[in-house]
């Protein structure tokens, strides 16, 4: 028998696939009683660190329809950045920044909410339907609404991991006022297996499906506006934005074939940067070398505190000039940054 909503549902899902989408989903304007009770535990126990943002707009992060009332139908849109290769081969090379993978190149999120309207804007008249779109631009909780819509399930290192696509899914949403009938939800595929959690260097998950930013390496790179808690330092060797670790370490992986889209396909400069010259950028070199680049947004100060930690963490005493010229910094976090790795690289005495 004919379903006028099944068949609305799946030509957007076939128009959502023609735009460069590699997953769709559909799910009800709400989240479980789970999600929201880990979130709830999660900014209980304060492991969100600096980012109060969270605990400003948790109702409305745990209430989809708080954000807006009139949704009922959630899209949930997956695109794959996998990498060609296994970004952790870089930790062989001291001398070299890790960028984490969906940084290397422009930001993803200019390119999919682009998309994301194309799409809105389809629906919209084709359908007579109001909607909102959005890309990690507002109090949504991405990954639980994708479990929710069967793009995947939320792995031990609470992210989104797909049968097709592993580790490595940028999310964007539509809400809509379309009553469409759901997905089934995601199942949980993990099993036994704990690599994501073992491969962390910080050891930032608590237990599985639970994460402490505090001592996430993402976070304390991105998010973390002060200097780096130097019990930490040392273990970040030398990841300078970002981690992928965790993400790299599943298993699931291998069924990901690596991104089609040009725009996520690594910078030459970003591939293997030298810490050296990243660690002399002043504020206009910065701006120049990081234009349309999310790497942007923490600003110059924040980027070269974490060079040199890197720097510190290389154990290359022909570093320690760079190190003592930004003794002089006029940023606090930067001086703090390069005395540290001074003191671990030693005086350079050329030969």
């Not at 076939?14 to 009683?33: K, Q």
């Not at 954000?67 to 990498?83: K, N, Q």
């Not at 591939?271 to 002043?282: E, G, S, V, Y």
Request: charged share 25%; aromatic share 8%; glycine share 8%.
């Amino acid at each position: 028998m004919f379903d006028p909503a099944t068949s609305t549902r799946e030509a957007i899902r076939d128009r959502a696939l023609s735009l460069g989408f590699d997953a769709v989903g559909f799910a009800r304007a709400e989240l479980g009683a789970e999600a929201k009770a880990r979130l709830a535990e999660f900014l209980r126990q304060g492991r969100h660190g600096d980012m109060g943002w969270m605990e400003d707009k948790a109702d409305r992060r745990v209430h989809p329809q708080s954000l807006w009332p009139e949704a009922r139908t959630v899209i949930a849109l997956g695109t794959s950045y996998a990498p060609a290769e296994d970004p952790r081969a870089l930790l062989a090379h001291p001398d070299r920044g890790i960028v984490s993978v969906y940084a290397r190149n422009r930001d993803y999120h200019d390119l999919i909410k682009g998309r994301l309207k194309t799409l809105g804007q389809w629906i919209a008249h084709r359908f007579k339907a109001e909607l909102k779109v959005f890309v990690d631009t507002a109090p949504v909780m991405e990954k639980p609404l994708a479990e929710k819509a069967g793009l995947g399930w939320q792995g031990k290192h609470t992210n989104l991991v797909s049968r097709s696509h592993g580790s490595w899914l940028f999310l964007g949403e539509v809400y809509t006022t379309l009553e469409l009938p759901p997905d089934p939800p995601g199942v949980d595929r993990c099993g036994q297996c704990r690599r994501c959690l073992d491969a962390c260097p910080t050891a930032a998950f608590p237990a599985p499906n639970q994460l402490d930013a505090r001592r996430c390496i993402s976070y304390l790179t991105i998010e973390h506006k002060g200097p780096i808690p130097e019990e930490l330092r040392p273990l970040m060797g030398n990841r300078i934005y970002g981690c992928d670790d965790c993400l790299a370490a599943c298993p699931w992986n291998k069924f990901a074939k690596r991104s089609r889209e040009a725009a996520f396909l690594p910078r030459a400069e970003l591939t293997a940067p030298r810490l050296a010259d990243l660690a002399q950028l002043d504020d206009a070199g910065f701006r120049q070398v990081f234009s349309g680049s999310p790497i942007k947004r923490i600003g110059r100060d924040r980027f070269v505190r974490n060079v040199l930690v890197a720097l510190g963490n290389s154990g290359d005493a022909r570093h320690a000039p760079v190190a003592e010229r930004l003794l002089q910094d006029p940023s606090e976090v930067v001086r703090d940054a390069a005395g540290w790795a001074l003191a671990r690289l030693g005086p350079f005495r050329p030969l």
